[in-house]
């Protein structure tokens, strides 16, 4: 299993396809913090869930000075579909061969019905403008994970 991050690491950087099939990096930005999110499925309900509550969250957390990229393994072409079906407006990217999410501590053991498997591990990271982590949280529950994420960053809800 990938180590994961801790506050004051350096933030693997990354570039990625979105659901456009436009490449996206992870890179500072004056003034600017990003929320990496990591979920296991698009279109999935705790998944469905999450991308929503971001979206509904989305021009608050803007306004804050967030800004919200949401990473997992699907291909492109499953990412517009969800981003469609669900009027996502921040780029979801594909992580297919998982590289990212194993650089961030976001891939590695599961348990699930008594069977153990690798896969990805519902994690949020928050990088600062310099590009290091100012927040990271793993194994996060779906339901409720932007409220206590605003709560966890001092934002007001």
């Known amino acids: 299993m990938a180590e994961r991050l801790v506050i004051g690491d350096k933030a ?35 998944c469905t ?26 291909p492109v072409e499953k990412l517009a579909k969800f981003a469609a079906n669900e009027s996502l407006t921040f780029p979801l990217l594909s992580d297919a061969d998982h590289a990212v999410a194993e650089a961030y501590g976001a891939w590695g053991e599961k348990k699930n019905y008594g069977k153990t498997y690798e896969g990805l591990i ?8 310099d590009g290091n982590v100012s927040l990271a949280q793993y194994n996060v529950r779906a339901t409720g994970h932007v409220a206590k994420l605003r709560r966890d960053l001092q934002l007001d809800a």
């Not at 869930?49 to 021009?59: H, I, M, P």
């Not at 306004?63 to 919200?68: H, L, P, Q, R, T």
Request: hydrophobic share 35%; glycine share 8%.
């Open 49 to 74: 869930k999450e991308a929503c509550d971001f979206r509904d969250s989305l021009a608050s957390l803007e306004a804050s000075g967030y800004d919200v990229l949401g990473i997992s393994p699907d």
């Open 122 to 129: 519902r994690s949020t990271i928050v990088v600062d403008p």
């Open 12 to 46: 693997p950087a990354f570039t990625l396809q979105d659901s456009t099939g436009r490449d996206v990096s992870l890179a500072p930005r004056a003034g600017r913090s990003t929320i990496v999110y990591f979920y296991p499925a698009a279109s999935t309900p705790g």
